[in-house]
């Protein structure tokens, strides 16, 4: 058994029963707060280990790791949600919907989480009415609500600061490209 | 006979359905997508006036027994530039909406002053 930190982790790629990440090769281990056991045969990278202990359940929401599978979960819970799930006869998130959401957190958590840790992690995923999806990342008093429309389209809410000096941007139809900068930027 | 019009004051509840499923976050506030329809703002946000209804009879009107009812205050969705007005159809008296939203702003702060009615 070996413990790796989080700073150590990058790339996740989680399974329905694993998660697997590259270790970063330029930190220095510190044996801080997870536990993995190796992959006897990694398959694609030389270093990839697999969870294999359960953290204990007060532990759970405070583990990075539960915390994403948790939300891949409930991303293919979208999937399974019924007609008229909102009451307003609204569609269940499409495919193309699922597909890119997925796409993008994993573009977020593979590009922030060495720099963001578990900010890096969605707070929410929720369906939104029209056959879409809604993402929300949180960082301190910085939210970024991602919008994704039945077709993939991508918008979003950045909201900043607290009371009177809050602040909201919005935009609809925005490049992946630069959601996932903005949204890197508001949990960094 | 129709029935007659009222006026909503700022003190008055407001009752929006929402969906456990899918309206709500994972520490149990409501997401902003309860005041969305089409993957946009809803302009014409449906609620029930607390003053011609209960909570039991609104949550009557869900899909199942699951749903949840989300309280917010009419001088709440007013602070916003918002108007509310009753609206009553024959299957619900006491049917009222917001109008008037038409950004995503407007949708996270209608979440944020909205609450879970507990029964």
């Known amino acids: 058994m070996n413990t790796y930190s989080n700073s150590e982790l990058i790339s996740f790629r989680v399974e329905r029963t694993t998660a697997g990440f590259a270790q970063s090769p330029d930190i220095v281990r510190d044996h801080r707060n997870l536990t993995y056991q190796q992959l006897e045969a990694p398959t694609t990278h030389d270093n990839v280990i697999v969870l294999s202990e359960l953290p204990s359940e007060e532990n759970i929401q405070a583990d990075p790791v539960w915390r994403l599978r948790g939300m891949l979960e409930r991303l293919n819970e979208m999937e399974r949600l019924g007609r008229n799930w909102d009451s ?9 919907a699922v597909t890119r959401a997925r796409a993008l957190i994993w573009d977020i958590v593979g590009q922030g989480f060495g720099s963001a840790g578990a900010r890096s992690i969605p707070f929410s995923i929720v369906p939104v009415s029209g056959a879409g999806l809604q993402v929300e990342w949180r960082a301190g008093g910085d939210s970024i609500e991602v919008e994704i429309g039945s077709d993939g389209s991508l918008g979003f809410l950045h909201s900043r600061g607290h009371g009177p000096n809050r602040e909201f941007e919005e935009a609809d139809d925005v490049s992946e490209h630069e959601l996932v900068r903005r949204t890197l930027a508001a949990i960094s | 006979m129709p029935i007659p019009i009222v006026d909503i004051s700022d003190d008055d509840f407001l009752f929006r359905r929402l969906s456990p499923v899918g309206h709500l976050n994972p520490d149990g506030t409501v ?8 993957g946009r703002p809803d302009p014409e946000v449906s609620v029930d006036l607390s003053t011609l209804t209960s909570v039991r009879e609104a949550l009557s009107r869900a899909p199942n027994p699951t749903f949840k009812i989300g309280i917010l205050q009419a001088r709440d969705a007013r602070s916003l530039g918002l108007q509310v007005r009753h609206l009553p159809t024959d299957d619900d008296p006491a049917h009222s909406i917001i109008e008037g939203n038409q950004s995503k702003a407007n949708c996270k702060l209608l979440a944020e002053k909205t609450w879970l009615a507990a029964i």
Do not use: C, E, I, L
């Open chain 1, 88 to 96: 307003y006869a609204s569609d269940p998130p499409s495919v193309a």
């Open chain 2, 31 to 38: 997401n902003s997508n309860a005041f969305k329809r089409n």
